[in-house]
């Protein structure tokens, strides 16, 4: 079973996405998960992206050095780019966001990961392209800074429901921080 929001599609299309960690264990486990990834891909136009440090999380506890690329290569068929995380720790502008996400998020809500990929919605934020986040851990993108736009419900391997969220950055509470911060 998959299933979308309302406009799933529609924000999708012509987007860029920033694949969390959960979302490879989800596709995984649900071959829907890969075929809507495909879809969204050839039919709307849709850019995946993905981290340095997500392809590491994902190939976490692999045994050997076979199951590291085989869980390696199963990242890079879903997504257009492995984005190294060095642009977004570099620059004056990513050194504000990251204050303004420590104080938001606070202690023990966010991984280094999630933060990384908060980042690369602030850096490439620019008005012509929708950007967004696709991920289960909705804790990790609190509420004071983010919106969540849509969501895909599907079945997990264990008989669950699971659910991955599209989670944007919204710039006018994040500006609202800044102004924290300045005064």
Do not use: W
């Not at 599609?9 to 829907?32: M, P, R, S, W």
């Not at 998960?33 to 994902?58: G, K, M, P, R």
């Amino acid at each position: 079973m998959l299933l979308l929001s309302d406009k799933f599609l529609q924000l999708c299309h012509g987007a860029i996405l920033y694949l969390d960690t959960n979302v490879f264990i989800c596709a995984e486990e649900n071959d829907k998960l890969v075929e809507l990834i495909a879809d969204l891909t050839n039919t709307h136009n849709t850019a995946f992206v993905t981290l340095q440090s997500v392809e590491y999380e994902f190939s976490r506890g692999s045994r050997s050095l076979s199951e590291i690329t085989l869980r390696r290569e199963f990242v890079r068929s879903l997504v257009h780019t492995v984005m190294s995380v060095n642009p977004l720790l570099d620059g004056d502008r990513n050194a504000t966001f990251s204050v303004a996400m420590s104080l938001v998020v606070g202690r023990g809500n966010s991984q280094y990961t999630d933060f990384l990929l908060a980042a690369a919605l602030h850096a490439y934020d620019n008005n012509i392209e929708r950007h967004f986040v696709l991920s289960a851990d909705v804790k990790a993108f609190p509420a004071d800074l983010f919106d969540i736009e849509g969501v895909v419900t599907l079945n997990r391997k264990n008989g669950d429901i699971g659910h991955l969220h599209l989670i944007s950055l919204d710039q006018g509470r994040y500006s609202k921080i800044l102004r924290t911060l300045e005064g």
